[in-house]
């Protein structure tokens, strides 16, 4: 299922968005929700040069769970 930027706030604030979770865009970035924010998890840009973050227009995949953000 594809998510909009607004939809993913939305499921984090109403709690349904577990902790560790992966989302990927459409350009292949990663980020990672930490319990109260979204943290760039990967990519291949420079983030000096680029911005990697919620951008208009992204749609993001939720592609699994980083098991350390568990503990």
Do not use: H, P, R
């Amino acid at each position: 299922m594809k998510y909009n930027n607004s939809e993913l706030w939305k499921i984090a604030e109403d709690g349904e968005l577990q902790n560790g979770t992966i989302i990927e865009d459409q350009d292949g970035n990663k980020l990672i929700f930490i319990g109260k924010s979204f943290q760039n998890y990967y990519t291949y840009a420079d983030l000096d040069e680029k911005y990697v973050g919620f951008c208009v227009g992204d749609e993001w995949e939720i592609v699994g769970i980083d098991e350390s953000e568990l503990i």
